[in-house]
Structure formats: structure tokens, C-alpha cells
């Protein structure tokens, strides 16, 4: 049985390799057998399954999830903990760790060799300073994953699976619900973690859809609209998506959106997916040299 997830199996670890918090990776260790456990049981981890996890640490979830899964790939950025994660994970023959950053190492290539190409399952605790740079490379990457069950900051799962209307709603709110179906799973208090940070966090499952929910001619187009949208949220839409360097100008955005019905002066944080999507679709042929 794993025999990292208490506050003393972690301590030991920590200060037989006298281990120091790297605050620039954004460590902070799990030590919660329940919200360890919850979170393998979210991922939905069979022995028939090939898991990516991000930032292993010093193996505390590593080690649920090698008790459940057929196979465990762990990218670890830091070092100075693969030769922990050596002592951690030495009963565990179905883990392999590798030292690399996730946003540089060939996931395309951890998928083919290592699970024939077949999808894999995503678990993380990812380090808040991160998570959206690596949530949108694993989204937009196109990669066979079958669902992405993370720990973020509680205000990041939140705009995840935010709607049209709300300030916390916004492009990373859009590519989630492009690619996945998200749920909330459960909000986990910083007593949880060693060190302690300093707001709560939430564990959240993204079910990746096998076909998006919506119809669009570009999805690379539709999200560089997004995002332009978003740049500057005191802006029109018109006025963001005409000053995105995207080749459309603001009569052509305003034409767009009269035809869709909406008002010339709406914000981007009023649309819902389907409308940016349709809003995209009317404008791909009026761009230059996008």
C-alpha cells in the first residue's frame, strides 16, 4: 500500500534527503490519504490504463496511482528529486520517471512507445504558477487522451467550467469546454499540503470529448479570435478581434455579429462557445492573410 500520504510519511522523506521546498517549481506536497484517493477514483485508473502525471514530487500520488493503473509515466522537472522518487517508488515496477519539463518532452512519443498510441489518462497536481500553459499545450496538442484529472488553484477550476456573463469566464473557460466535459470532484483546504499554500484548491476531472460539441471550420481560427476577445476585456469584441492582427477589420466583426443577432457592442465574456464558433465561421472567409 502506498505510505506517502500522511503528513509523517511525507516529513520523513523531506528530512531524510533534507529536501528544500523549490518555490520556483511551486511544490507543495500532498499529504492527504483521502484527497490522494478521491482524486485516483476521479481519474477513473484501471490496470488497464497508461497514466501521464505531472510533477510526481516525491512519488505520494505516484504511488495510489501505480496501485491502480497498468502503467505510470511521471515527468518530473526537478532534479534533485529523481534519485526520492528512486527510494519512493522502488516497489512500483509499472513506473517510469522522467526528468524533463512537461512543456518540452515529446508527449506524442510517451504516447506511441509507451501505450501504442492508444489514449492515455492525465493525473497531476499541477504547480499554480503553470497550470494553464500546461493545461492548453495537453488541449490543444490533439494527443489520444481519454480525460485530465488535475489539482489546481480553486479560482482556476472554477473559471474552468465558468458560463457566458461572468468576469472569471474567458478563453481558458472556452478551450476547456471545447475539448472536455469539466466536473468539480472536491475543494481541498491548504492543510492538505506541506508547505501550506496560501488559498484553497479544488480537484477538477476533464472528460475529453471524442467530437467537439460545437461545428467549427477552424478551431485554430475560432481561438485566435478568442483570444482577442479577451485581450483587453474592457474593449468591444469588435474592437479586440479588429486590433488582434488577425486581417479582419472592425466593419467586418460588426457585420458578423449583426447577423448572428448580437449587438455591435458586445463583449466577449457575453458568448457562448457555440456563438464564438459561429462568429468564426461567418469571418474565416473575410480574413487577410491570417
Not at 509507451?114 to 499541477?126: D, M
Not at 480525460?147 to 477550476?157: D, G, H, Y
Not at 492538505?192 to 499554500?197: G, K, L, T, V, W
Request: charged share 20%; net charge negative; hydrophobic share 40%.
Amino acid at each position: 500500500m502506498p505510505t506517502l500520504g500522511c503528513a509523517s510519511g511525507t516529513k520523513a522523506v523531506l528530512e531524510k534527503y533534507n529536501l528544500s521546498i523549490q518555490k520556483k517549481f511551486g511544490q507543495n506536497f500532498l499529504i492527504d490519504d483521502s484527497v490522494l484517493t478521491g482524486t485516483v477514483e476521479a481519474a477513473g485508473v484501471t490496470k488497464d490504463d497508461t497514466v501521464l502525471e505531472i510533477g510526481p514530487g516525491i512519488g505520494t500520488m505516484t504511488q495510489y496511482i501505480a496501485e491502480n493503473a497498468g502503467k505510470v509515466i511521471a515527468v518530473e522537472i526537478d532534479k534533485m528529486l529523481i534519485p526520492i522518487l528512486a527510494d519512493t517508488l522502488s516497489a512500483y515496477d509499472n513506473v517510469k520517471v522522467i526528468n524533463q519539463d512537461i512543456l518540452k518532452v515529446d508527449i506524442e512519443k510517451i504516447v506511441r512507445e509507451e501505450n501504442s498510441g492508444k489514449p492515455i489518462k492525465v493525473v497531476a497536481n499541477l504547480p499554480y504558477y503553470i497550470t494553464t500553459p500546461i493545461l492548453m499545450r495537453l488541449l490543444e496538442s490533439e494527443l489520444p487522451i481519454d480525460s485530465i484529472t488535475v489539482m489546481v488553484q480553486k479560482e482556476v477550476a472554477d473559471r474552468m467550467a465558468e458560463k457566458p456573463g461572468s468576469k472569471d469566464y474567458g478563453a481558458l473557460s472556452l478551450a476547456v469546454q471545447y475539448y472536455t466535459e469539466p466536473s468539480m470532484v472536491q475543494v481541498v483546504p491548504p492543510s492538505c499540503f506541506i508547505p501550506q499554500p496560501g488559498v484553497d484548491s479544488a480537484v477538477i476531472h476533464l472528460k475529453c470529448h471524442k467530437n467537439p460539441p460545437v461545428e467549427v471550420t477552424d478551431s485554430k481560427f475560432m481561438f485566435s479570435i478568442i483570444r482577442a476577445a479577451f485581450a483587453q476585456r474592457r474593449k468591444t469584441l469588435s474592437n479586440g478581434v479588429a486590433n488582434g492582427n488577425l486581417g479582419l477589420t472592425r466593419e467586418q466583426v460588426v457585420a458578423a455579429l449583426e447577423k448572428m443577432g448580437l449587438n455591435p457592442s458586445v463583449r466577449g465574456e457575453k458568448l457562448s462557445l457555440s456563438e464564438f464558433a459561429e462568429l468564426s465561421n461567418l469571418l474565416i472567409g473575410d480574413r487577410n492573410d491570417f
